[in-house]
């Protein structure tokens, strides 16, 4: 509850229930929820309706569904999280964004230039804030990176690192 009374909770809506969502993404939005108490895992999604079961048993999402669509338009979450296969990635992206939900996306965002286009063309006319989850935290020079700051910086000090990471002389049309 804030200071005017009013109870301000944060919904997550979940796309894709697979392998990875299950055995990455599951117990980050349980621990997440855990130590937020004003989160909500209010729905999963998955076209496999078994998958779309047993991640919300198992991860305590309140409902489950087959339809991205029908789930966002019941629950309007405040975010939605997409792990999904890498062909559909970029489809699925564009809609939910349409729809004016936020969005983090695993990656890739897209497999051709084509698409990676379109997601960029969709997140200028949409205007609602997103990320592609590019994980990095292995990479010597990320590694490097968290030793200085943990002997340069306080805890709790800093708030938010963003960088961005360059392939440099690579135009292949997978980007996977």
């Given at each position: 509850d804030?200071?005017?009374?009013?109870?301000?909770s944060f919904k997550i809506c979940s796309i894709g229930c697979g392998r990875i969502a299950t055995d990455q993404h599951g117990p980050s939005y349980v621990h997440y929820a855990r130590e937020h108490s004003?989160?909500?895992?209010?729905?999963c999604c998955d076209i496999d309706e078994a998958k779309a079961i047993a991640f919300s048993n198992h991860f305590?999402?309140?409902r489950h569904y087959t339809d991205y669509i029908q789930m966002l338009c019941a629950e309007r979450p405040d975010a939605v999280t997409?792990?999904?296969?890498y062909t559909v990635t970029c489809e699925l992206a564009c809609g939910i964004m349409t729809l004016g939900y936020p969005l983090i996306l695993e990656k890739p965002?897209?497999?051709t230039v084509e698409e990676i286009d379109h997601l960029i063309g969709t997140i200028d006319a949409c205007y609602v804030p997103n990320q592609v989850a590019f994980n990095r935290r292995?990479?010597?020079?990320?590694?490097r990176l968290k030793?200085?700051?943990a002997e340069h910086i306080e805890a709790g000090q800093l708030q938010h690192i963003r960088y961005e990471f360059t392939r440099v002389g690579r135009n292949d049309n997978d980007f996977s």
């Open positions: 804030n200071a005017i009374g009013f109870n301000m004003d989160t909500q895992l209010v729905a305590g999402f309140a997409l792990n999904v296969p965002p897209g497999c292995h990479v010597p020079l990320v590694r030793r200085l700051m």
